[in-house]
T-cell receptor, first 111, second 116 residues
Framework: QQQVKQSPQSLIVQKGGISIINCAYE??????FPWYQQFPGKGPALLIA?????SEKKEGRFTISFNKSAKQFSLHIMDSQPGDSATYFC??????????FGQGTELSVKP | GAVVSQHPSWVICKSGTSVKIECRSL??????MFWYRQFPKQSLMLMAT?????????EQGVEKDKFLINHASLTLSTLTVTSAHPEDSSFYIC????????????FGEGSRLTVL
């Protein structure tokens, strides 16, 4: 019930392509769904987040799509760049007490 | 966004010694802070939740006496690894929630601990 399942584990995309990472959750009590970007040797940084009353949120090249009925959400990175190469974590939260993280996706964008 | 500062960013110590890692919220008051441990190419593993002025809540399997957490003020939480051993070598990350926050979690830069 507290798990968040993330896929794929790793992803290789050509520069300019679209990177898509998916997450699924079970607990309908989650009320906040953020995505974090982590570079090697650094702490995660918030990328974009969505609440369950919205089906899509876009910030620049990053878009979250949220499907409440399917209990799934995904991150789309448009026009992927080598600088986007990092590990991405989805999370589901019961604010402010509990965050559950996905397993992470290692993204590599090839020039 | 708000800034969480973690210090030191890396530390090497001898087996049997204790190491303290500090986590500070620089521009906001953090009523709740979390401590995570991360192994290479793995996700964040929650170790404990600390609330200002009260005892930390540890996750199952985390040794309270080995990983001492203190949240003495609204801007500072510390993690002390006592009697460190090589298996305690890891990347430790803190995070904080701003009091009254709508949900955003701010992470520190992480601390790499190597125990020889």
């Amino acid at each position: 019930q507290q798990q968040v399942k993330q896929s794929p584990q790793s992803l290789i995309v050509q520069k300019g392509g679209i990177s898509i990472i998916n997450c699924a959750y079970e607990n309908t009590a989650f009320d906040y769904f953020p995505w974090y970007q982590q570079f090697p040797g650094k702490g995660p940084a918030l990328l974009i987040a969505i609440r369950p009353d919205v089906s899509e949120k876009k910030e620049g090249r990053f878009t979250i799509s949220f499907n409440k009925s399917a209990k799934q959400f995904s991150l789309h990175i448009m026009d992927s760049q080598p600088g986007d190469s990092a590990t991405y974590f989805c999370a589901a939260s019961i604010v402010p007490t509990r965050w559950v993280f996905g397993q992470g996706t290692e993204l590599s964008v090839k020039p | 966004g708000a800034v969480v500062s973690q210090h030191p960013s890396w530390v090497i110590c001898k087996s049997g010694t204790s190491v303290k890692i500090e986590c500070r919220s620089l521009d906001f008051q953090a009523t709740t802070m979390f401590w995570y441990r991360q192994f290479p190419k793995q996700s964040l593993m929650l170790m404990a939740t600390s609330n200002e002025g009260s005892k930390a809540t540890y996750e199952q399997g985390v040794e309270k006496d080995k990983f001492l957490i203190n949240h003495a003020s609204l801007t500072l939480s510390t993690l002390t690894v006592t009697s460190a051993h090589p298996e305690d070598s890891s990347f430790y990350i803190c995070s904080a929630i701003e009091g009254g926050s709508t949900g955003e979690l701010f992470f520190g830069e992480g601390s790499r601990l190597t125990v020889l």
